[in-house]
């Protein structure tokens, strides 16, 4: 059963991301609190808190996502790369689990300690997704693909997706229908970007040696 709700705030919320903010006028400063909702009402929490500052948003999510404050401007951005997962139909749960591990929110071994926190951007995202529906990846494909390894999201679509494509084809003949099962058997593959040529460089997630 909830407590008594607080004078004035807005609360809106629908099955699967509650929004809650206060006017700066009515409190410098908001602290969330554990409510517990029955039913869907718990995967994702934003909240809008006030110093009397600028707008910031926290992303508070059961998908071990770190308390991440953004602006306006980060919020919709953020929204927008889960937009660009709609086709897949991942929960919000899920969404936010992968662009937190593609971009440094969600500890990943595969980046080690290197992966710096960083807001996805909606055209880094969308232009990964063309790229590999353009190595013939269909939608069901790429859902495969990414539940199996988010953080291609977060690899650089020039430096590694583009350059290791060119490696398999010119290197190993490995185009085509091979190509693609190759991607979806081993899809970290995309992200390689060291070759230690045996003298171990402590990369062995992202090396050519795994190959």
């Known amino acids: 059963m909830l407590g008594r709700p607080l004078t004035s705030p807005l609360l809106t919320f629908d099955s699967k991301t509650c929004l809650s903010f206060l006017t ?8 969330h609190s554990n409510v517990k909702y ?19 948003w926290i992303l508070r999510s059961t998908a071990q996502i770190d308390n991440l404050t953004l602006s306006d401007e980060e919020k919709k951005t953020w929204e927008a790369c889960r937009e660009a997962l709609s086709a897949f139909e991942f ?13 440094g ?21 969308s232009e990964i997704l063309d ?28 430096h590694e997706l583009r ?9 190993w003949g490995i ?5 693609r099962n190759l991607m979806l058997r081993n899809p970290k593959v995309l992200g390689y970007n060291i070759d230690c040529k045996g003298d171990c460089m402590a990369q062995c ?3 050519w040696v795994r190959f």
């Not at 929110?105 to 995202?125: A, L, T």
């Not at 185009?175 to 190509?179: F, T």
């Open 205 to 207: 997630t992202r090396c």
């Open 38 to 56: 029955s039913g869907a009402f718990s995967s994702s929490v934003i909240t809008y808190t006030s110093h009397f500052s600028p707008k910031k």
């Open 131 to 158: 790229y590999l529906r353009s190595l013939g990846l269909s939608d069901d494909d790429l859902y495969k693909l990414v539940k199996k390894f988010p953080e291609v999201l977060g690899c650089s679509l020039e």
């Open 105 to 125: 929110h969600v500890h990943s071994p595969y980046w080690g300690e290197e992966r710096k926190k960083e807001v996805p951007k909606f055209e880094i995202v």
């Open 24 to 31: 700066p006028n009515l409190a410098p400063s908001v602290a």
């Open 175 to 179: 185009k085509g229908k091979s190509l």
């Open 163 to 171: 350059n290791n494509v060119k490696i398999l084809e010119k290197d």
């Open 91 to 103: 929960s919000v749960e899920e969404k936010d689990k992968m662009l937190g591990k593609a971009f």
